[in-house]
């Protein structure tokens, strides 16, 4: 009953929280400088008045902002419709679910390997407390989490592709393109590797220092040291009472980030040429795509949100303190 | 508990197997037969930042489409590196003695892509589908204004007559491509041609379609070995899409991509300095400019231009303190040449540029003296004066661009020399269109603009019906003088009769000084020399059809 409750109520801000996105979503893009139609035509000097005032039309861009385009948006929501794509001509439905998958391919391999190296080097570097490996491993998160992601994604593309012949760019080899990814998995694997290895380093960072952090609080629980007393080695006392206690933060952290890392996909997947959701984002932004870009940002904002949903769900079986609240 | 922590890396496990199995697989098809990259296959890898908005030329702005259009598709006519027409489509052609009737015969034994003939009827088709449907062909309606009919008299003729005489017809025709009717025949509405994506075109170009992947923006197009003027060396062009520029450049230095379609102008002397690689530099059709505002008084509304920017002396001196070598050195490291007209000399191979038209020699001290003379007197603040008259302008400019603002900076430094207080101000580009177009509400803009291959577009942007609201002028140039200059130079079907109409009306807004025309910009690009050789360098750029036809691998 009180889990029910419990995750109703999680249930309802989060429901609000999506509202207020997507309020938010529509006046965003709205406000900034720019002139859609001029993005649209790019460099074109050919084209007439005319011609111009014609499309602001199919867009709907002629009517006032306030209330008919909001309106219309809302209209078209409310019938899970989120509009084409004025850059692309195509459903904005279609587009990002095409991206979607990309994305996740990418952040699903980094986080893994940045999940469980972090949490290796956070769960040493605590049991190794003021050693030298725990001043390297604390240095080194350190100077990873803060570094910028363009930065270090453009430093790993130039070394490894000069050093280890790895691609500069692209998902798969040009001569590839089109063909379903799983028939083509080698040159996928060889155009993944530095993508992955930025956003493995990146993150890496912060799970190591939560995992340590968290280690050493936990170590210096009273059950500790009974689970020594009782004479368990270092080990076994490691890895069944202190791991599974010191999870905890790790997992809000590891669901929170979840929902967070499909917007931070955008600066590397900018670098890499990466056709996934963040790229996606950057060109639409270049563009001035209202559509597409309000799509992008209610997806990324459901997936924050959705994050956040699972992390409270998952509280409620790792957590006895909240299953009995 | 140990089940559930599990459930976790399970879940993420089967997100991972999904997403690499799904995979989304695009739309397009490769054919099967494609030739691999590499092995005994000449293939020239492009790099470039965009890609064409769509395929079909009905509806096609941007020029990456059009870079794709050129090597795909054929018009009758088409402008080579030297600025010249020649034939595409067409062997030769005439105009009849009133200059209304345009006769052009095909080339022999002209195919498609697929094999079948192209017949004159079909090349007729093209033209008036575009005539018919302007609406639906946004794009390419401006072209086919004063054509009142596109005939096909026989097999190999195909025959146009215009309302008026039209003298840059040439140019306009090498836009009018040979569309295959099949397929773009079953269009009703406007709406529905331009939602026709046309992935996949077949034309009669040097290059035939194989994919174009909207998702990734890498388009692979092979060789026309049945091509009209000999196939060309090389088996496959690929386009491959790069979304930052430091890693196409690092893919040109580690030999990913052999040609990069523009290089950015900050990394050009990286880039030269990379083994194995040519960067070059040729003349581009854009320039940048300082706009002096010269909107008429009775403009609706009123101009709010300092009245001492009318003043012809001031403008001389604005003009004289201005160093424009000093801007292209430090602004533009070298990449650039001093400007004075608004006609490019890069336009038709140099034909309309006015080479008498020099401008005044870079002087502090002379620009003083023509100020003194015209009886402005330095105040106690530095700042001139004559009468109610005071030499202190806004100059604005475009917040989106990174150079503007160094050269806004030098503007003021010399001006400050002469006694003219100019205030730099960096204003976005929405702001400042509707500050300038129709409407007079500054005193000097820095700005830029692309001429077309043909320089009646740039000659149009100081006509008096222009400065309006959606119009190209910004200055506010109001001339009838040159407005009836410029109507003169469109129905001059003869060259060189054109020709000193252009000189006049470039003399005219020299003198004028509505523009003081800065600098010709530089157009940037870069090849694998080492892989590649006998491109065409023209201002074109290396990578245009004729070009890419005579290119070969390095043995």
Redesign the interface.
Same mark, same amino acid.
């Given at each position: 009953m009180a889990r029910r409750d419990y995750l109703l109520g999680k249930f309802g801000i989060a429901l609000l929280t999506l509202l207020f996105v997507l309020l938010l979503d529509f006046v965003l893009f709205r406000v900034l400088?720019?002139?859609p139609i001029r993005a649209? #035509?790019?460099?074109? $000097?050919?084209? *007439?008045?005319e011609?111009?005032?014609?499309?602001r039309e199919?867009f709907g861009l002629d009517k006032p902002v306030f209330p008919d385009q909001f309106v219309d948006t809302l209209g078209q929501w409310a019938q899970g419709n989120l509009g084409v794509s004025w850059?692309?001509?195509k459903p904005v439905s279609e587009i990002l679910?095409?991206?979607?998958?990309?994305t996740?391919?990418l952040i699903?391999?980094g986080?893994?390997l940045s999940i469980i190296l972090g949490s290796i080097l956070g769960l040493l570097a605590g049991w190794k407390r003021k050693t030298p490996f725990d001043v390297g491993a604390l240095m080194f998160s350190l100077i990873a989490w803060a570094t910028p992601t363009f930065w270090l994604g #453009?430093i790993l593309? $130039?070394a490894g *592709?000069?050093w280890f012949?790895l691609?500069?760019?692209?998902?798969?080899?040009?001569?590839n393109?089109?063909?379903?990814?799983?028939t083509v998995?080698p040159d996928l694997a060889h155009h993944l590797i530095l993508p992955t290895l930025t956003f493995t380093i990146l993150y890496l960072g912060e799970y190591m220092l939560i995992m340590r952090s968290s280690i050493l609080e936990v170590l210096s629980e009273d059950y500790i040291l009974t689970a020594r007393a009782k004479g368990m080695s270092h080990f076994q006392v490691l890895t069944r009472h202190g791991l599974?206690n010191a999870?905890l933060p790790m997992?809000t952290i590891v669901a929170l980030n979840l929902g967070f890392t499909v917007s931070g996909a955008i600066y590397i997947?900018? $670098?890499?040429?990466y056709?996934g959701l963040g790229?996606l984002v950057?060109?639409a932004l270049v563009k001035q795509d209202y559509p597409l870009l309000q799509g992008a940002f209610l997806l990324l904002a459901v997936s924050v949100i959705i994050a956040n949903v699972l992390a409270d769900f998952?509280y409620t079986?790792?957590d006895p303190r909240v299953k009995a609240n | 508990m140990k089940t559930r922590y599990n459930l976790f890396v399970v879940v993420t496990l089967l997100a991972l197997i999904l997403s690499a199995c799904g995979g989304g697989a695009p739309a397009t098809q490769i054919a099967t037969d494609a030739p691999s990259a590499g092995g005994e296959n000449a293939v020239l890898k492009i790099g470039w930042l965009g890609e064409p908005d769509t395929l079909n030329p009905a509806y096609a702005f941007l020029t990456e489409a059009y870079s794709i259009f050129d090597l795909v598709y054929s018009p009758l006519v088409t402008e080579d590196s030297s600025g010249e027409y020649v034939g595409a489509l067409a062997k030769e052609w005439s105009t009849a003695e009133d200059g209304l009737t345009w006769t052009f015969t095909l080339k022999d034994g002209l195919k498609w892509h697929n094999g079948e003939a192209l017949t004159a009827d079909q090349v007729a088709w093209a033209i008036n589908a575009i005539m018919l449907d302007p609406d639906g062909w946004a794009a390419l309606s401006g072209y086919v204004g004063g054509f009142s009919e596109v005939t096909a008299p026989d097999e190999k003729t195909v025959q146009i007559v215009t309302e008026y005489p039209i003298a840059n017809m040439e140019y306009r025709l090498s836009f009018l491509y040979a569309v295959y009717p099949p397929d773009f025949e079953s269009f009703t509405t406007p709406e529905d041609l331009q939602n026709f994506t046309n992935d996949k075109p077949i034309g009669t170009g040097r290059f035939k379609m194989n994919t174009f992947d909207k998702d990734t923006g890498v388009i692979v197009l092979d060789a026309n070995k049945d091509y009209m003027d000999g196939a060309p060396f090389i088996d496959q062009v690929i386009y491959q899409k790069f979304d930052s520029s430091d890693a196409m450049i690092q893919a040109l230095k580690v030999g990913d991509i052999d040609l990069l379609y523009e290089v950015p102008a900050s990394a050009f002397e990286t880039v030269k300095g990379f083994e194995g690689v040519t960067a070059l530099a040729f003349e581009s059709r854009s320039f940048d400019e300082l706009i002096i505002n010269s909107v008429s008084d009775d403009n609706d509304p009123a101009p709010t231009g300092n009245p001492a920017l009318k003043d012809p002396a001031v403008r001389l001196a604005l003009e004289t303190a201005i160093n424009r070598q000093d801007i292209i050195d430090i602004v533009w490291q070298g990449l650039g040449s001093p400007a004075d007209t608004i006609v490019p000399p890069t336009l038709g191979g140099g034909f309309w540029h006015n080479p008498n038209i020099k401008t005044p020699e870079f002087s502090i001290e002379k620009a003083n003296q023509i100020l003194e003379d015209a009886g402005y007197v330095l105040g106690a603040d530095g700042v001139r004066e004559k009468g109610d008259l005071r030499l202190e302008f806004r100059l604005q400019f475009d917040a989106d661009s990174s150079n503007y603002p160094r050269i806004a900076d030098l503007l003021a430094d010399w001006y400050n020399q002469i006694g003219v207080k100019a205030t730099p101000e960096a204003v976005n580009a929405d702001t400042l269109i509707a500050a300038t177009t129709g409407v007079g509400d500054y005193d000097l803009v820095i700005w830029g603009w692309g001429a077309d291959p043909d320089p009646d577009f740039i000659l149009s942007i100081m006509l008096t019906d222009q400065f309006v609201l959606g119009g190209w002028s910004d200055a506010g140039y109001h001339n009838p003088e040159y407005d009836q200059l410029y109507l003169d130079q469109q129905t001059a079907v003869n060259k060189e009769e054109r020709q000193q109409i252009i000189y006049k009306m470039q003399e005219m807004v020299y003198n004028d000084r509505p523009y003081i025309v800065l600098y010709y910009n530089k157009y940037l690009q870069a090849y694998r020399s080492d892989r590649f050789t006998n491109f065409i360098e023209s201002s074109l750029g290396l990578d245009t059809s004729a070009s890419l036809g005579q290119v070969k691998p390095v043995p």
């Open positions: 400088p720019g002139d649209v #035509i790019g460099r074109n $000097v050919r084209i *007439s008045a011609v111009q005032q014609s499309l199919q850059s692309q001509r679910i095409s991206k979607l998958w990309n996740l391919l699903g391999l986080q893994l #453009i593309l $130039v *592709s000069t012949g691609p500069t760019g692209g998902i798969v080899s040009p001569e393109v089109g063909k379903p990814l799983h998995i599974r999870m997992v997947e900018t $670098v890499f040429s056709d790229n950057q060109t998952l079986y790792l | -």
